[in-house]
């Protein structure tokens, strides 16, 4: 199982943009399809982002469609998730993960995630 670590999060006032980076040791991180998951104080983790593959299906949350940009570079083995005009609500523990092929259920464990904190 590939081991996995976020990076990147901070504190930006709405509107702004930041750039999360999720890299994987290990050689399976090609043939995993992978994702982006948060987690707001309070409230269940959700999926944001899924990525294939190859990076030719990709699946978004309503709620960051449009502002947010997942994508891998499998040469690097890393992830990325582009993040901009964020918003308040967008506050939250911001972790990445392997999912499932098919309806994106996460499969590995959870490491410490990277927080993302909007001011408005």
């Known amino acids: 199982q590939a081991q996995l670590v976020e990076s990147g999060g901070g504190l930006v006032q709405a509107g702004g943009s930041l750039r999360l980076s999720c890299a994987a040791s290990?050689?399976?991180?090609?043939?995993?399809?992978m994702g982006w998951f948060r987690q707001a104080p309070g409230k269940e983790r959700e999926l944001v982002a899924g990525?294939?593959?190859?990076?030719?299906?990709?699946y978004y949350v309503d709620s960051v469609k449009g502002r947010f940009t997942i994508s891998r570079d499998n040469a690097k083995g890393t992830m990325y998730l582009q993040m901009n005009s964020l918003k308040p609500e967008d506050t939250a523990i911001y972790y990445c993960?392997?999912?499932?092929?098919?309806?994106?259920?996460?499969?590995?464990?959870w490491g410490q995630g990277t927080q993302v904190t909007v001011s408005s």
């Open positions: 993960n392997t999912i499932r092929n098919g309806d994106w259920i996460p499969l590995g464990s």
């Open positions: 290990g050689r399976t991180f090609t043939s995993n399809y």
């Open positions: 990525i294939n593959c190859s990076g030719s299906s990709i």
